[in-house]
């Protein structure tokens, strides 16, 4: 278990997987997690086919994802919809994942201010209109939302991928910072600001900012 490129950590494609694809039969991991932002043109499965019999293939939602309803059907209703990490723990090569995608959205919650709906339903009772939970517009779809935020705080788990930045970037969230703290994880893995950077941040977590369409390791190494 000590390779430090058995899991490699993909930044926003925006269309362009390419780096990963070539990562990927350069290393032969035993598994690939992105980070957001795929600006899909068609199904995500479609997009990484060469490599699906290659690795394990286990990815987030990013803020372009939810953009038209074409992106999202082709994310969230591709063959790999059922490898999302949102809101979950999942053991991936002998590590405990935990995952979070979408973004702070101010008309949700935008921290350090409090949220302006504690939950999806507290959102949806407040309507003039009746709303179910699915017909969400998919820019309320791709907010994070504080219930579901504070129901990941109680999990464990030794790595953290989100799309939003931890207090390590300028423009990161001292939230995520407090919730790898809280999650008692290594490391954080994050994409969004088209950066590549190591950092720490409270309980000496590692913070590796992964830009896009660029490719790291366990390590926060990024590959040729």
Known sequence: MSRHDRILFAGDPHGNFQPLITAVHKHRPEAVILLGDYDLAMPLDICLQEILALTEVWWIAGNHDFETPSKYKNLFHSGLADKSLHLKVTEISGLRIAGLGGIFLGRVWYPPQPPKWLSKQHFIQQQNITVKEANLPLKYLSAIWHDEFEALKKLRADILVSHEAPGSHRHGFSAISELAAA??????????????????VKN?????????????????????
């Open 204 to 224: 000496s977590i590692n913070v590796f900012g992964v830009a896009n369409t660029s490719v790291v390791d366990l390590l926060g190494n990024p590959l040729e």
């Open 183 to 200: 999650m008692g994880v290594r490391h954080v893995f994050h994409g969004h600001l088209h950066e590549t950077y190591a950092r720490t």
